[in-house]
Structure formats: C-alpha cells, structure tokens
C-alpha cells in the first residue's frame, strides 16, 4: 500500500509558475506509472500527465508544452512544474500511483485569477 501526499498548490496569477510534489510513504523505484488528475468544480476529474518507470511521458493536450511531469525515486517523490498558467488551470490536483490497484492522494487545490 502506498500513502500519497500532494503539496505546492495555492493562488497565482495567470501567466505564473507553481510546482507540485506528490510525496510517497514507500519506494516508488519499482511503481511502473504515475499520474497527475485534477478536478474543477462542477467537472469530471481529468487527466493531466504520466510519467513511467523508465521516465517516459505523456500530457493532457491541454497542458502540453507548459507542464513537465518528472519523478525522483531517492526522494520517492514525483513532480508538477506548472508554467503560464491559465485561470482554466484551476482545480484541485491529485496524483496517483498504479500499481496492481491505483492510489490517491488528497489533494491540493491550484487557484489561478485572472
């Protein structure tokens, strides 16, 4: 079982930077997949980004080229720089882990005005 715990998020204004961290209780050495999600009010929860075991990536177009996902196994701790935001960007973003069942986090909210 893998404990997850986001942080990094809060208000910015459009145009600006922010970078999530997504902190796990146990190794993510050997978690093949890890993902960011976010959810705005009154919306599904989306797909933001990927990142896998062999650091392989994949984006939400809508966040392509202005996010970087990346992972640091030492620190079993995965990443989201989030740059230009857009006050679209707001959400409550989630990461989780996939492994033989998927891991949540609680989230942390991301406020972007305009």
């Known amino acids: 079982q893998v404990h997850l715990v986001e942080s990094g998020g809060g208000l910015v204004q459009a145009g600006g930077s922010l970078r999530l961290s997504c902190a796990a209780s146990?190794?993510?050495?050997?978690?093949?997949?890890m993902r960011w999600y976010r959810q705005a009010p009154g919306k599904q929860r989306e797909f933001v980004a990927q990142?896998?075991?062999?650091?392989?990536?994949v984006y939400a177009d809508s966040v392509k080229g202005r996010f970087t996902i990346s992972r640091d196994n030492t620190k079993n701790t995965m990443y989201l720089q989030m740059s230009s935001l857009k006050p679209e960007d707001t959400a409550l973003y989630y990461c989780?882990?996939?492994?033989?069942?998927?891991?949540w986090g609680q989230g942390t909210q991301v406020t972007v005005s305009s």
């Open positions: 990142i896998t075991r062999g650091s392989s990536t």
């Open positions: 146990a190794s993510i050495a050997m978690i093949n997949v």
């Open positions: 989780a882990a996939v492994t033989s069942a998927t891991y």
